[in-house]
């Protein structure tokens, strides 16, 4: 698995316990800040470094332009729904292949991603890839999630196999290959040579 540099970490904030989803989410699209929802929880999301901002654009731009018309890459600010955990959480970045599904009206809680991308920072990295991993695998779209490291050009990149099993996926040439969508990330390109 990805090492994360040694550095104290923000914890994650309990806003509030005990609310039903109904109530997380009236919370939640009147706030100006993101909270995921954990079976309970209303958890407050820690910001982003300009380091993490940087990689998922890079990230996110290579994608766009290679599934343009095949599949809709959206970010940070689109909620995912995982009725199987009861949870709602933010991933870094979601591709969808095909047309995108909702659980409301107003298109904000995403059902059915093809792939998930975090971007792994001191303050989340760890209930990312071990909780929130577990989550995510539950999602019946759900073919791939991709680990990309904040301070080095490294990525890990898990595929559900034909038997419903997850695989880690090695890279090769420093290439990260989505195959669900049919497209790739070159890891020297997103990550700039002085960081």
């Known amino acids: 698995m990805i090492q994360q ?3 104290l970490t923000e914890e994650r904030r309990v806003v509030r316990s005990g609310v039903g989803v109904e109530e997380y989410l009236a919370f939640e699209n009147a ?9 309970g929880d209303i958890v407050a999301m820690p910001g982003n470094t300009g380091y993490h901002e940087e990689l998922s654009i890079e990230i996110a731009a290579s994608l766009l332009m290679q599934v343009r018309g095949r599949a809709k890459v959206f970010g940070s600010n689109l909620k995912v729904m995982i ?12 591709i969808v ?11 904000r809680e995403l059902l059915n991603p093809t792939v998930i991308i975090e971007i792994l920072s001191p303050s989340t990295a760890d209930f990312d890839v071990t909780d929130k991993f577990t989550y995510y695998q539950s999602i019946p779209s759900l073919e791939e999630v991709a680990f990309f490291a904040q301070d080095r050009a490294h990525a890990e990149l898990f595929r559900k196999n034909a038997d419903g099993r997850w695989e880690m996926v090695e890279s090769k ?9 049919q497209a790739n990330i070159s890891l020297a390109e997103i990550y700039p040579p002085n960081r």
């Not at 706030?31 to 079976?39: I, V």
């Not at 009725?83 to 979601?94: A, G, H, I, K």
């Open 173 to 181: 040439n420093g290439m990260v290959e989505f195959a669900s969508v």
């Open 83 to 94: 009725p199987t955990y009861n949870r709602y959480v933010y991933p870094d970045l979601s």
């Open 5 to 7: 540099p040694n550095i």
């Open 31 to 39: 706030s100006e800040e993101r909270h995921e929802f954990h079976n």
């Open 97 to 107: 292949r095909g047309m995108p599904e909702y659980s409301d009206e107003g298109k």
